[in-house]
Structures are given as C-alpha cells and as structure tokens.
C-alpha cells in the first residue's frame, strides 16, 4: 500500500515553489525600487568589478525563480540562484558570515535557505510536477 505522504514529486514541488516565490519577492522589489540596483553597483565597484554586472540579479531573483516555480529548466535555475547568492554573500554579508542574531539564530539565515534551496533544485531538479520535467 502506498503512503500519501511519500511522493517525491509533490515534495520537490513544494521546495519549488517555496524557494522561488520567496526569492522572487525580492527580484520584485528590485523591479519596483530599481534604485536598490546603486547599492549593488556601489559594493561591485568597491570588489573591483564591472557594474553592469549587477543586472544579473534581475536574473538570479526574477528569471531564475520563475523557472524553478514552472520547471522549466529548474536545475538551470537552482544554479543561478546558488551563484547569485554566492555573489550576495562574498559582496555584502562575509562578515556575517561566522555571526548570530540576537536571538541566536545564524545572521545570515534567509541567504543561506536561498543557497541551499537552489542547490538542493540543482541535484534533485524539478520533478514530475513541471511544466518541462527534468
């Protein structure tokens, strides 16, 4: 007898949709602020690198989530997202890195959820629940 409760498809929907609508409520943000991009440019000039870079976080947090939330090439998007939270990490938060809230949880909880959500789409990908399975 099967368990409802065992089906990884609907599981690897779930952590789809969790990662990509949250971090898509950031990209969107961005697009409705577009002046938070100056912040992002200011951190990739000080890190010695070009600022038209920083239009890749339109497709680390717009692009990327709406092809982990559909699963259209959903392993292709879970790598966009660890590398654009890689980029968010080294820019913004290292020195938050080693460092705890002041309720003792890690500083950078959210980032790091966006880091290991993304890589765990990467090695599970989208599952049958997809627009484009993979």
């Not at 898509?24 to 070009?50: N, R």
């Not at 717009?62 to 092809?67: D, E, G, Q, S």
Request: glycine fraction near 14%; aromatic fraction near 12%; proline fraction near 3%.
């Amino acid at each position: 007898m099967s368990n409802v409760f065992h089906n990884d498809a609907v599981g690897k929907l779930i952590l789809r949709l969790t990662l990509g609508i949250l971090i898509l409520f950031h990209g969107v943000g961005k697009l409705l602020h577009p002046g938070s991009l100056e912040f992002i440019k200011s951190q990739l000039t000080v890190a010695g690198l070009p600022t038209a870079v920083a239009y890749g976080v339109y497709l680390g947090e717009v692009i990327a989530p709406l092809m982990i939330i559909f699963g259209i090439f959903a392993r292709y998007g879970g790598m966009i997202v660890v590398a654009n939270m890689v980029f968010a990490i080294v820019l913004v938060h290292a020195g938050d890195l080693f460092a705890l809230t002041e309720h003792g949880g890690w500083r950078l909880e959210l980032q790091g959820f966006f880091l290991f959500c993304g890589l765990a789409i990467v090695f599970l990908g989208s599952g049958r629940i997809a627009v484009r399975p993979d």
